[in-house]
């Protein structure tokens, strides 16, 4: 498959279930291929992953629901409840981290960017959470990226022994396939790509 295709394929799946195509170990050593083969400005290496699956993934929705309990008004909360249930039935969860002991260090270290690598580290967590979409993708896995951080990270922490300083910065849900979502309408490439050519 080309690479175009496996960017077309991606998509954010919410349809999702327990029942991979692929063994747990293949998803696995691809996603940590993909970490360690994804760049990072300065080489800073920021980014950790902790991969939960069956019933810690489980746990991670329980949390996030118990949380949002406290957060949402009971007659609002049906809605909720019903994602919370539709992110659980998937097989997994992939948490991410960025290493804040690393980028204050190069704050340190290279005073000239200090005000720039909070943003670094941004796109290099961008990069790599694209790449192991892709992957997962190609391998015909779903996924979606959600943000329930900052309201779960103590928690999160503690059930998983996380070192402190590590920040929470989103959680990719994966598994089977249940459906596929209907195509999104695009913008014409010419209208967000700009070409000048000075060959004469």
């Not at 994602?83 to 290279?110: C, E, N, P, Y």
């Not at 967590?125 to 993708?137: D, F, K, R, S, V």
Request: avoid cysteine; charge should be negative.
């Amino acid at each position: 498959m080309s690479y175009i295709n496996i960017i077309k394929n991606r998509r954010s799946i919410y349809d999702l279930n327990d029942q991979l195509p692929v063994s747990e170990k293949v998803v696995v050593n691809t996603i940590k291929n993909v970490t360690v083969e994804s760049p990072t400005a300065f080489n800073m290496q920021s980014s950790h992953l902790v991969i939960l699956m069956n019933d810690d993934h489980k746990k991670l929705w329980e949390i996030v629901t118990n949380t949002l309990k406290k957060q949402v008004e009971e007659s609002k909360f049906a809605s909720t409840q019903a994602k919370m249930d539709m992110f659980s039935k998937a097989k997994g969860t992939i948490l991410f981290f960025d290493d804040r002991h690393v980028i204050d260090q190069l704050k340190k270290d290279f005073p000239l960017y200090q005000n720039q690598f909070d943003m670094f580290a941004d796109h290099s967590m961008g990069l790599l959470q694209g790449n192991i979409w892709n992957a997962l993708a190609e391998l015909k896995i779903g996924a979606s990226l959600q943000h329930y951080n900052p309201l779960i990270d103590d928690e999160v922490k503690r059930q998983w022994k996380i070192p402190e300083y590590y920040r929470l910065t989103a959680q990719m849900v994966f598994g089977g396939i249940g459906s596929i979502p209907e195509p999104k309408e695009k913008m014409d490439a010419d209208d967000r790509v700009i070409v000048y050519s000075n060959n004469s």
